[in-house]
């Protein structure tokens, strides 16, 4: 696997003064402003419609902000050539809330992708894509589709798909959402130790349970801004 | 060993893109083969034509009026006709066509030999000459004319010029024709590739967000275009070659070599076999830069 590459800058993530808007509607994110360092883990929280899954979106490059400045390993985005975004991207694992997995492929086939895509060995991928598939308790799914495995199931192999390549960076957005607390855990547990591996990690979550069982930093969004987390509550 | 498909990302069900692509260049491949091979045709067949006229000239004397006197002053003329081109530099050889010969040639276009034979012909002669000599034919049928008046010489340029010219323009509408088809085809796999673009939007997407270069993604679509492409190319090519053996066959039926004789040389036929190969190459190459221009235009 590759080696785990230090940023130029001393950070995975910086926004500066970001905003975004879609089409002619008002900003969905204002004037964010954040920096993440190498090897941290962060919580994204907020309510439905704070604008978590369009900052994700701003970090995995899915989208260009509207104005301000993010710079991802060091490399200020709107100024990078296009011939160079596809290896930063390979440096980015994401779990998409809708998973994004391709029906028409295996489980084993949409975990081996990112693999593929950067060109390692199909050796590589009959070694490392089973054994994570097992982990994740899917064993008795590799060459199952899609289509015909449960909402966990499916969440399980986009996990998989986004850690397979070990990627410097983790973007997860609800990536417990569809799964047993028990499970959930045990997500968490992997993303805390490809962390530990020096992964930088962001997940989004509504489950304040698991931000409370999992003490990482916040990151609060409020109506498209970030403020100061609010305390969580109770169970 | 068993023969492995090569992987693809793109889903293997057919969609309207790639059931229309090789129909498409089927038909496309199938007019190519017939331009080409027309093309080829005609090339042979002037080269032909100018190797075999090239260097000749005929001499036409009047209708022989008959009766045993006339034939004997026309034979006289005609030795001196023969005379005059034996000493005019440049001719290599001056041969009184036999009138069974001439009876020949005209069979094929007034019918029976025993109806011909009762006609009155003019007595041709087929004159050799070197072809690096320039002969003045005007003044030559002058001197002819000045013993036999009424002789013509016929040195076949015109004839022979006109009927290049129709052969080079019907060559340079083959090449319009070839170069139609290379358009279309390119334009149709374009619109294809669009469609594949749109249907298979979520894969795309996908491969773009992990990472996937803008060539990875195009070389899938690329790879399919190209057996799409052969598919139909080599359909095409089969039912192109039937209809070259067909036409063959019927020219050949017609008697009396109103049609010259045609085929294809090996290394025609070696082209007709490319004719897929290259349409399955452009299809390939058109859908690979259609793909580039597409993603270019995504995050």
């Known amino acids: 696997m590759r080696p785990k590459l230090s940023t130029e800058s001393g950070h995975v993530i910086r926004f500066e003064s970001v905003g975004l808007r879609y089409g002619q509607r008002p900003e969905v994110l204002e004037d964010v402003s954040l920096d993440l360092k190498p090897g941290s883990f962060h919580f994204l929280t907020g309510a439905s419609g704070a604008g978590k899954s369009s900052l994700l979106r ?6 260009r902000p ?14 990078l050539p296009r011939d160079k975004l596809p290896a930063l991207r390979r440096r980015i694992g994401v779990v998409f809330q809708d998973f994004h997995l391709l029906d028409h492929m295996s489980a084993m086939d949409n975990v081996a992708l990112p693999l593929r895509v950067a060109g390692v060995s199909e050796a590589e991928i009959k070694k490392h894509v089973p054994e994570l598939l097992s982990w994740v308790g899917l064993a008795d799914h590799l060459n199952a589709r899609p289509p015909v495995l449960s909402g966990g199931q499916k969440q399980r192999v986009a996990i998989a798909r986004a850690v397979i390549a070990r990627p410097d960076l983790l973007l997860a957005d609800e990536p417990t959402g569809n799964v047993d607390d028990t499970l959930a855990t045990r997500l968490l547990y992997l993303f805390e130790e490809l962390n530990k591996l020096g992964t930088t990690v962001v997940i989004a979550t509504h489950n304040e349970s698991l931000v409370k069982r999992f003490s990482h930093f916040r990151l609060h969004l409020d109506h498209g801004r970030l403020v100061d987390p609010p305390p969580l509550r109770n169970d | 060993m068993a023969l492995r498909a090569r992987r693809s990302d793109l889903p293997g069900t057919k969609d309207a893109s790639t059931r229309f692509v090789p129909l498409l260049i089927a ?49 006289a003329k005609l030795e001196a006709v023969l005379n005059i081109l034996a000493e005019t530099k440049g001719v290599l050889q001056a041969q009184p066509l036999p009138k069974d010969r001439v009876i020949a040639l005209l069979e094929p276009w007034l019918g029976s030999e025993a109806l011909i034979s009762e006609l009155p012909l003019p007595r041709l002669i087929d004159v050799t000459t070197d072809p690096y000599v320039a002969i003045d034919v005007k003044a030559l049928a002058a001197r002819i004319e000045a013993v036999q008046p009424g002789a013509t010489v016929e040195d076949h340029r015109v004839w022979l010029g006109r009927l290049l010219r129709l052969a080079r323009s019907v060559e340079l509408l083959s090449v319009l024709v070839l170069a139609m088809v290379g358009i279309v085809t390119s334009a149709t ?11 298979h939007q979520q894969v795309i997407e996908v491969l773009h967000l992990i990472g996937a270069q803008d060539d990875y993604i195009a070389r899938q679509f690329a790879s399919r275009t190209f057996i799409q492409g052969l598919k139909g190319g080599i359909l095409g090519m089969i039912l192109g070659v039937g209809s070259l053996f067909g036409l063959g066959a019927m020219a050949r039926s017609l008697e009396g070599g109103i049609l010259p004789e045609f085929w294809l040389t090996p290394g025609h036929w070696a082209a007709l076999v490319l004719l897929p190969l290259a349409a399955a190459w452009i299809a390939t190459l058109t859908a690979r830069l259609a793909v580039h221009r597409a993603l270019a235009r995504m995050t």
Do not use: C, N
Request: net charge positive.
């Open chain 1, 66 to 79: 509207t104005r301000g400045l993010v710079t991802l390993f060091g490399q200020d985005v709107a100024t």
């Open chain 2, 27 to 75: 038909l496309m491949v199938f007019l190519a083969v017939l331009a080409l091979s027309g093309l080829m045709i005609l090339q042979g067949l002037t080269a032909r034509w100018e190797r075999d006229i090239k260097g000749t000239l005929t001499v036409q004397m009047p209708v022989v009026v008959s009766g045993p006197e006339a034939e004997a002053r026309s034979h």
């Open chain 2, 189 to 199: 796999v374009v619109f294809a590739t669009r469609t594949g673009l749109a249907i």
């Open chain 1, 58 to 63: 701003l970090m995995y490059l899915g989208q």
